[in-house]
């Protein structure tokens, strides 16, 4: 497996069943406008449901001709969504926040991963379970991430000074040869390809310990939602119906996403037991009750409570509910 480095945006068969009440589009006969969907990093089942809506015709059944555009460490997503080459990208809510803090017209627009990504990845004879687990360890991890270790500390009242923190690459041999204890990752790759490995492995998620940032995010600007709305609905009416497939049948998802990508060097188990597990951090109680996508004006107060410690501060207005709300009727 290929490995990530350490930051979301630096690291990181079957027929699919739709599930699409309520969603059903038109079909217009009329050209179809092209836009650019640019995505956080390249192309694996971790956009699963984008594949399908452009698989499906979904966007084409609503006029849109959507190009993904891959990202990676050298294909930021802000600067295309700015000049309006990219019609909508995938983000997190903390980029998101740096960006509008240096001026940029942002909004976001919905939410893919209700959860956030980022775990602490231990083997099984040694766990950590808790924040206090890691009083006394070494974590391995990027610099760069400091912040979000603090944030982690803090919200739980530990002394990060008594963990040793060892800087290591986006891999999971310092973990499995002993050099430390756990490793700061997504909980949706490096702890997936230990699995893949044999090597038992336990992962706590920092969002259920208090640290909530909104990730894989829907960012458009200010003229796109004054000047470009109906694409913008007729996107992300798409993008849920493709991701509603996707929670029916994960594996569906990344055995499209294999075929569609040959030449990317995706191996089908890993991308099966990534889709699975990113079923729990993209779906919940909130979704399943308002729609793929939804956040409310608690989890927005939340994330801006967290960003405040990630020194990154932005007001509730950076969310924008409207094109959701027309999306889901």
Not at 113 to 131: C, D, G, R, W, Y
Not at 298 to 315: F, R
Request: aromatic share 6%; glycine share 8%; charged share 15%.
């Amino acid at each position: 497996m290929t490995f990530r480095t350490p930051s979301r945006r630096l690291f990181l068969g079957g027929a699919l069943t739709t599930a699409t009440a309520g969603l059903i589009l038109p079909h217009r006969a009329r050209a179809q406008d092209a836009v650019n969907f640019q995505l956080s990093w390249l192309h694996s089942v971790q956009f699963g449901g984008s594949y399908i809506a452009q698989d499906k015709g979904y966007w084409s059944d609503a006029g849109l001709e959507v190009a993904l555009q891959p990202g990676g460490p050298n294909a930021p997503v802000e600067p295309p969504v700015v000049a309006g080459t990219a019609l909508v990208g995938i983000s997190a809510a903390d980029y998101t926040a740096a960006a509008v803090n240096q001026g940029a017209p942002f909004k976001i627009i919905g939410v893919a991963m209700q959860k956030n990504p980022f775990a602490i990845a231990s083997l099984a004879e040694n766990p950590v379970n808790s924040p206090a687990d890691l009083v006394g360890k070494k974590i391995g991890m990027a610099l760069a991430n400091m912040p979000v270790l603090e944030a982690l500390c803090s919200i739980n009242d530990v002394d990060i000074s008594e963990i040793e923190v060892v800087p290591t690459q986006y891999d999971p041999a310092p973990l499995v040869q002993g050099q430390v204890d756990c490793l700061l990752c997504w909980a949706t790759d490096l702890p997936v390809a230990m699995e893949i490995q044999g090597v038992e492995n336990v992962t706590m998620l920092l969002a259920d310990q208090g640290y909530a940032v909104h990730s894989q995010t829907y960012i458009a600007t200010e003229d796109s939602l004054a000047n470009r709305r109906d694409q913008l609905v007729a996107l992300m009416k798409g993008e849920v119906m493709g991701w509603q497939d996707y929670q029916a049948d994960p594996a569906a998802a990344a055995a499209l996403t294999v075929e569609m990508f040959p030449d990317a060097g995706l191996d089908l188990a890993t991308q099966e037991l990534q889709a699975e597990r990113q079923v729990p951090l993209m779906f919940s109680d909130l979704t399943e009750a308002e729609g793929f996508g939804w956040f409310t004006d608690e989890t927005v107060a939340a994330n801006v409570e967290t960003l405040a410690l990630l020194d990154k501060p932005v007001s509730a207005d950076l969310w924008d509910r409207s094109i959701l709300e027309e999306v889901h009727g």
